[in-house]
């Protein structure tokens, strides 16, 4: 089993709707959590950086970390077809600094 | 503020040929990492430096890859010989502060190994 699982898609949404990504994970010494957000043929860039538990916004996104039930959300209001990318998860102790990252999960925002 | 830089960004050889890959980190940045991806799937870590020292290299299959941080800011890494299964995304990435875990990647370097 993997640390960090994340359902590769593709997810098909029409512009203006509601996404939800979702990452579960196993190792409950995970404090600091990450969404990247990866276009084709290009490198991951950081999207949302969250400590612990809780929620974070930002603009159109928001992120949510339970980790309680080791599972953590990336919602995306407003998608836009410019939101098509692959999004990836990523996690990482605090005692270390390697991140652990999910799959990724390919978004495609159709007109 | 300029980004990671990587060279080359495409680099397609015969199996058991040499290759290198190079990366310029954001200037600044003392933390550098070597990471691998293949297709759909997330980028897994090869190597980490801190400054010329290399603190994580528990991935990096020492019997291929090798990777040098010279006067720590440029890096280097090179397999020989290239396996098909070498074929992938090689991913450098830095980072200013490791307690954040905020990593700025580069676009990547794609290997295609015939």
């Known amino acids: 089993q993997k640390e960090v699982e994340q359902d590769p898609g593709p997810l098909s949404v029409p512009e203006g709707a509601i996404v939800s990504l979702n990452c579960t994970y196993s190792?409950?010494?995970?404090?600091?959590f990450m969404w990247y957000r990866q276009y084709s043929r290009k490198g991951p860039e950081l999207l949302m950086y969250?400590?612990?538990?809780g929620n974070k916004e930002d603009g159109r996104f928001t992120a949510q970390v339970d980790k309680s039930s080791k599972y953590i959300s990336l919602f995306i209001r407003d998608s836009q077809p410019s939101d098509s990318a692959t999004y990836l998860c990523?996690?990482?102790?605090?005692?270390?600094?390697?991140?652990?990252f999910g799959t990724g999960t390919r978004l495609q925002v159709t007109l | 503020e300029a980004g990671v830089v990587q060279s080359p960004r495409y680099k397609i050889i015969e199996k058991k040929q040499p290759v290198a890959f190079w990366c310029n980190p954001i200037s600044g940045h003392n933390t550098l990492y070597w990471y691998l991806q293949n297709l759909g799937q997330g980028p897994e870590l090869l190597i980490r430096?801190?400054?010329?020292?290399?603190?994580?290299d528990s991935q990096l299959p020492k019997d291929r890859f090798s990777a040098e941080r010279l006067k720590g800011v440029d890096s280097t890494l090179k397999i020989q010989p290239a396996e098909l299964g070498d074929s992938a995304v090689y991913l450098c990435a830095s980072s200013r502060d490791t307690g954040t875990g905020e990593l700025f990647f580069g676009e990547g370097s794609r290997l295609t190994v015939l």
């Open positions: 430096y801190e400054n010329e020292e290399a603190v994580d």
């Open positions: 190792n409950s010494a995970f404090q600091y």
């Open positions: 990523a996690m990482r102790s605090g005692t270390a600094s390697k991140l652990t």
């Open positions: 969250t400590y612990s538990s």
